[in-house]
């Protein structure tokens, strides 16, 4: 038995048993994550590691992570239908793919995240037009639809489904309009990307998170814009790379994955300017107005300054050098490294604009305290990125995810 | 939504005379049973119960016998530029009303507690687990207060039930209910506080106690610095406690005399 006729055409994939064995392995860790969030919606949030200090856990610190990580569809998006970077052709399907799957998985991590979950609606009811959340809310919903959108011409590819009139035709109109929803798909992400930024950024009490402005934003707007189009690129190719590994076969030509990971490099350099001149200005000029020294806003292992050296040396100059440079670039473990360092940066930033903003004791009498997640958190976030590796893997099987798969595998 | 300082003809405060504080915790308890706070799931857990109202214990980390302690209740410090209410995305907490009270709509909150991530000061709780009294202990509720359900962010609302009903009480008594004189309206804390170190009143009124407290040399605002501007002053003769006030850099001196 097969299930060959739905695979695209000239492609080669593994056998339906294996196949069903590896989806039988995700299965097992979305059961666990679904366990979880039954446990979570049943008993409260008191099963995981958030208490009075720390409102924000781990579901924000993934959320924002994804989110940033899955900055690689707008961004490549934006190059590719509407600057004409032909060279993304070749990856913007899964560009699109993983960009569904982070949003998507954000939005069911959230559902878990907030308190009263049949009241989430109240974020379009009742909207705060001054709070970033809000604009948070509005953008990643809309995104999300936007990406569903720019998903479904992918799915109506399939060998069977296109041979229906209508879908081939309904598929073909998708594509016809796709730069405007690439267009508005960049605008809002680049929109929600700035405001979850913001939303730290606005906090002019906590002076480990507070920014100054520029216009209405704070500059965390931009510096949250600008690293996640830093890091989606790369992680795109990242991607790509590690399901070359497990399936065996060429996806997408190197020379792609370098032109992905050149964009990396180029927008941490513009990212890191920024980001060391907003250090700077707040280590010399928010802090000591707020009384703080830049000692006093580290602590320990869990909130220690190596987060920050690692932060903008190890996973930012560093990477950025390699990614710059087109002789290490070209260099395919060097390539992987870099961007895998950039990934790692973005979610060490994720981590401490949560953890250590709220950690942080403001009043002189407070104390430190350390948040630690519990499994009701792990356990969700484990689960959504099974669910990215279902719909990856039901894609990579029968749809026409990578354009050069057939010409890179024919010997 | 307050991106700016909000001006109240009326301007409700509390100065808190940390000299005179013992800690004894009354006015804690004072507010849990007031407002229809739950006895706690965990009493051991600090981090996880509900207190509006929170007495904190300062030392001067001197060694004996120099040493020296003081207590600092902390109910919400109802500030005039709060940041907890521009970022709460539903409008579930709002300073528009005379008074200068934040307030907090229960059934509008989805418990984002994105004002508690706001709040320096920890005044904003959040409802760990289903509120459950005691069989019997039902009849000690009060009746004009909601109680919350699991799920939300509450706070210290300065009793404002107590607000309303000294308006209501003024009005019958054909009294202005936009004057009210100082003891016709106090939260349960003062009330309750055995030393008299709460004084409750207007900001704005001279004839308030308050009012002319609240100028004095001795008379501080926690964290001042982050200009969040709270209707709760502290006064304390003790320059070390007014000090632990703010944050202070070695080389900047303390305000007071």
């Given at each position: 038995?097969?299930?060959?006729?739905?695979?695209?055409?000239?492609?080669?994939?593994?056998?339906?048993?294996?196949?069903?064995?590896?989806?039988?392995?995700?299965?097992?860790?979305?059961?666990?994550?679904?366990?979880?969030?039954?446990?979570?919606?049943?008993?409260?949030?008191?099963?995981?590691?958030?208490?009075?200090?720390?409102?924000?856990?781990?579901?924000?610190?993934?959320?924002?992570?994804?989110?940033?990580?899955?900055?690689?569809?707008?961004?490549?998006?934006?190059?590719?239908?509407?600057?004409?970077?032909?060279?993304?052709?070749?990856?913007?399907?899964?560009?699109?793919?993983?960009?569904?799957?982070?949003?998507?998985?954000?939005?069911?991590?959230?559902?878990?995240?907030?308190?009263?979950?049949?009241?989430?609606?109240?974020?379009?009811?009742?909207?705060?037009?001054?709070?970033?959340?809000?604009?948070?809310?509005?953008?990643?919903?809309?995104?999300?639809?936007?990406?569903?959108?720019?998903?479904?011409?992918?799915?109506?590819?399939?060998?069977?489904?296109?041979?229906?009139?209508?879908?081939?035709?309904?598929?073909?109109?998708?594509?016809?309009?796709?730069?405007?929803?690439?267009?508005?798909?960049?605008?809002?992400?680049?929109?929600?990307?700035?405001?979850?930024?913001?939303?730290?950024?606005?906090?002019?009490?906590?002076?480990?998170?507070?920014?100054?402005?520029?216009?209405?934003?704070?500059?965390?707007?931009?510096?949250?814009?600008?690293?996640?189009?830093?890091?989606?690129?790369?992680?795109t190719m990242l991607v790509a790379t590690l399901m070359e590994k497990m399936t065996g076969r060429k996806l997408v030509d190197f020379s792609v994955k370098a032109l992905m990971?050149?964009?990396?490099?180029?927008?941490?350099?513009?990212?890191?300017?920024?980001?060391?001149?907003?250090?700077?200005?707040?280590?010399?000029?928010?802090?000591?107005?707020?009384?703080?020294?830049?000692?006093?806003?580290?602590?320990?292992?869990?909130?220690?300054?190596?987060?920050?050296?690692?932060?903008?040396?190890?996973?930012?100059?560093?990477?950025?050098?390699?990614?710059?440079?087109?002789?290490?670039?070209?260099?395919?473990?060097?390539?992987?490294?870099?961007?895998?360092?950039?990934?790692?940066?973005?979610?060490?930033?994720?981590?401490?604009?949560?953890?250590?903003?709220?950690?942080?004791?403001?009043?002189?009498?407070?104390?430190?305290?350390?948040?630690?997640?519990?499994?009701?958190?792990?356990?969700?976030?484990?689960?959504?990125?099974?669910?990215?590796?279902?719909?990856?893997?039901?894609?990579?099987?029968?749809?026409?995810?990578?354009?050069?798969?057939?010409?890179?595998?024919?010997? | 939504?307050?991106?700016?300082?909000?001006?109240?003809?009326?301007?409700?405060?509390?100065?808190?005379?940390?000299d005179r504080c013992t800690g004894c915790g009354a006015c804690m308890v004072a507010c849990q049973a007031e407002n229809n706070i739950a006895p706690p799931v965990d009493a051991?857990?600090?981090?996880?119960?509900?207190?509006?109202?929170?007495?904190?214990?300062?030392?001067?980390?001197?060694?004996?016998?120099?040493?020296?302690?003081?207590?600092?209740?902390?109910?919400?410090?109802?500030?005039?530029?709060?940041?907890?209410?521009?970022?709460?995305?539903?409008?579930?907490?709002?300073?528009?009303?005379?008074?200068?009270?934040?307030?907090?709509?229960?059934?509008?909150?989805?418990?984002?507690?994105?004002?508690?991530?706001?709040?320096?000061?920890?005044?904003?709780?959040?409802?760990?687990?289903?509120?459950?009294?005691?069989?019997?202990?039902?009849?000690?509720?009060?009746?004009?207060?909601?109680?919350?359900?699991?799920?939300?962010?509450?706070?210290?609302?300065?009793?404002?039930?107590?607000?309303?009903?000294?308006?209501?009480?003024?009005?019958?008594?054909?009294?202005?209910?936009?004057?009210?004189?100082?003891?016709?309206?106090?939260?349960?804390?003062?009330?309750?506080?055995?030393?008299?170190?709460?004084?409750?009143?207007?900001?704005?009124?001279?004839?308030?106690?308050?009012?002319?407290?609240?100028?004095?040399?001795?008379?501080?605002?926690?964290?001042?610095?982050?200009?969040?501007?709270?209707?709760?002053?502290?006064?304390?003769?003790?320059?070390?406690?007014?000090?632990?006030?703010?944050?202070?850099?070695?080389?900047?001196?303390?305000?007071?005399?």
């Amino acid at each position: 038995m097969s299930d060959k006729e739905l695979w695209p055409e000239g492609v080669q994939r593994c056998s339906l048993k294996l196949f069903i064995a590896w989806l039988a392995v995700i299965f097992a860790v979305l059961a666990w994550g679904v366990y979880a969030a039954y446990v979570v919606w049943s008993g409260g949030l008191i099963v995981t590691g958030m208490d009075n200090y720390f409102a924000f856990g781990l579901y924000i610190i993934f959320d924002l992570a994804v989110i940033a990580l899955g900055a690689g569809a707008f961004f490549s998006g934006l190059l590719y239908y509407l600057i004409r970077v032909e060279g993304l052709k070749n990856i913007i399907n899964l560009a699109v793919i993983i960009g569904f799957i982070c949003y998507s998985g954000a939005l069911l991590i959230l559902t878990l995240e907030v308190g009263q979950p049949l009241r989430a609606w109240f974020g379009f009811w009742h909207p705060n037009v001054h709070s970033m959340l809000t604009e948070v809310i509005f953008c990643i919903t809309v995104y999300m639809l936007v990406l569903t959108i720019e998903f479904i011409p992918i799915i109506l590819e399939n060998r069977k489904l296109n041979k229906i009139k209508f879908l081939h035709h309904m598929a073909h109109n998708f594509h016809v309009i796709m730069p405007l929803f690439a267009g508005v798909g960049a605008f809002l992400s680049f929109f929600h990307q700035g405001s979850l930024g913001g939303m730290y950024g606005v906090l002019f009490s906590r002076p480990y998170a507070f920014r100054e402005g520029f216009f209405i934003w704070p500059w965390t707007f931009f510096l949250f814009i600008l690293s996640a189009v830093a890091s989606g690129p790369g992680f795109t190719m990242l991607v790509a790379t590690l399901m070359e590994k497990m399936t065996g076969r060429k996806l997408v030509d190197f020379s792609v994955k370098a032109l992905m990971g050149k964009i990396s490099g180029t927008m941490l350099a513009i990212y890191l300017v920024f980001k060391y001149l907003d250090t700077w200005a707040w280590a010399t000029g928010i802090l000591p107005r707020s009384g703080l020294t830049f000692s006093e806003v580290f602590y320990g292992v869990a909130y220690g300054k190596w987060l920050l050296f690692s932060e903008l040396i190890v996973c930012g100059l560093f990477p950025a050098i390699l990614l710059l440079n087109a002789k290490t670039r070209n260099t395919p473990w060097i390539l992987y490294s870099a961007c895998t360092l950039v990934g790692i940066g973005v979610i060490i930033n994720r981590y401490v604009q949560t953890a250590q903003t709220l950690a942080h004791p403001v009043m002189p009498f407070d104390r430190w305290y350390v948040y630690m997640p519990t499994w009701a958190e792990w356990a969700p976030s484990l689960a959504i990125i099974a669910y990215g590796a279902l719909i990856l893997s039901l894609a990579y099987r029968y749809l026409p995810v990578f354009p050069q798969e057939r010409k890179l595998n024919q010997a | 939504m307050v991106l700016y300082l909000k001006e109240f003809k009326i301007k409700w405060g509390m100065v808190i005379d940390l000299d005179r504080c013992t800690g004894c915790g009354a006015c804690m308890v004072a507010c849990q049973a007031e407002n229809n706070i739950a006895p706690p799931v965990d009493a051991s857990n600090k981090r996880y119960s509900l207190t509006w109202l929170l007495v904190y214990q300062l030392s001067n980390k001197q060694p004996y016998p120099n040493h020296d302690v003081a207590y600092m209740p902390r109910p919400c410090l109802q500030c005039g530029k709060p940041n907890c209410v521009p970022v709460c995305p539903v409008i579930a907490t709002d300073k528009n009303q005379e008074g200068g009270i934040v307030s907090q709509v229960n059934a509008r909150c989805i418990g984002c507690r994105y004002c508690m991530a706001a709040c320096p000061y920890h005044a904003r709780y959040f409802n760990w687990h289903d509120p459950v009294w005691p069989e019997g202990m039902e009849k000690t509720l009060t009746p004009d207060v909601s109680t919350r359900p699991r799920g939300v962010v509450e706070k210290c609302l300065f009793c404002h039930h107590r607000y309303m009903a000294a308006r209501d009480k003024a009005r019958i008594e054909d009294r202005d209910p936009n004057a009210l004189a100082e003891g016709d309206y106090i939260p349960a804390c003062v009330e309750m506080c055995p030393t008299g170190a709460m004084v409750f009143g207007d900001l704005e009124n001279p004839e308030h106690k308050v009012h002319k407290l609240s100028k004095s040399p001795y008379a501080f605002r926690l964290l001042e610095r982050l200009n969040t501007k709270p209707q709760v002053y502290y006064y304390s003769k003790r320059e070390w406690v007014r000090k632990q006030g703010d944050n202070y850099l070695e080389h900047e001196t303390v305000g007071g005399v």
